[in-house]
Structures are given as structure tokens and as C-alpha cells.
């Protein structure tokens, strides 16, 4: 049974930074792209970036882009998020994703998490 968990959200001011986790299990995890999203109430899941399989290669948002970090180590089956510079429209549900093809739309993605809540105030 795959399972992806995210830990590391939480309250932050403007400013601040947050570096979230992603650990996964049940799926062979150096054979897929990881992606982290991000839904806020009333808007759709939004697309925040991806890393591929040996993490030889990100993309980004052009709304994250200079802040956010994705990173991964494929012998802790581990993803990370690290953000700075948080702003409060960073505020949403931040989830990550595995992925069998390097894609950036959420149906693209085989297995995701069930969400850690990032807070961004100003």
C-alpha cells in the first residue's frame, strides 16, 4: 500500500520560512517524479513544482521561483519542500505527489498525500 505523509507545516509570518517532508512508502520511490501542490479554500490544486527521478531536474512555478526548494534522497524515499520569503498568499494545504511521467498537472499523479496545513500571516 503506498503511502506519501507530509509533516513540517504550520504557522509562519511574512517573511519567515518552512521546509516541509514528504516521506513515502510502498512504491518504489527512485522510479517516480515528485511533485508538491497546493490548494487554498475556494481555489483549485495548484501546481508548485516537481523534481525528477534522480533530481537532476526542477521546474518550478513562476510564483514560487527564487523561493522554494525541492529536493529529494531516494535512499530516505524522502522529498522536501524548504520555502523562504513566505508570503501570505502562500497560505494552502500543501501536498505531495508521485508521479510515473515528469508532468505538472495534478491528474498526471498516480499517489498523493493527505496534506499539511502552511499559514502565512502578515
Known amino acids: 500500500q503506498v503511502q506519501l505523509v507530509e509533516s513540517g507545516g504550520g504557522l509562519v509570518q511574512s517573511g519567515g520560512s518552512l521546509k516541509l517532508s514528504c516521506a513515502a512508502s510502498?512504491?518504489?520511490?527512485?522510479?517516480?517524479?515528485m511533485g508538491w501542490f497546493r490548494q487554498s479554500p475556494g481555489k483549485e490544486r495548484e501546481f508548485v513544482c516537481y523534481?525528477?527521478?534522480?533530481?537532476?531536474?526542477?521546474v518550478y512555478a513562476d510564483s514560487v521561483k527564487g523561493r522554494f526548494t525541492i529536493s529529494r534522497d531516494n535512499a530516505k524515499n524522502t522529498v522536501w519542500l524548504q520555502m523562504t520569503s513566505l508570503k501570505p498568499e502562500d497560505t494552502a494545504v500543501y501536498y505531495c505527489?508521485?508521479?510515473?511521467?515528469?508532468?505538472?498537472?495534478?491528474?498526471?499523479?498516480?499517489?498523493w498525500g493527505q496534506g499539511t496545513q502552511v499559514t502565512v500571516s502578515s
Open positions: 505527489a508521485a508521479a510515473g511521467i515528469v508532468v505538472r498537472r495534478p491528474d498526471g499523479y498516480n499517489y
Open positions: 510502498g512504491l518504489p520511490f527512485s522510479r517516480y517524479v
Open positions: 523534481i525528477t527521478r534522480s533530481g537532476g531536474s526542477t
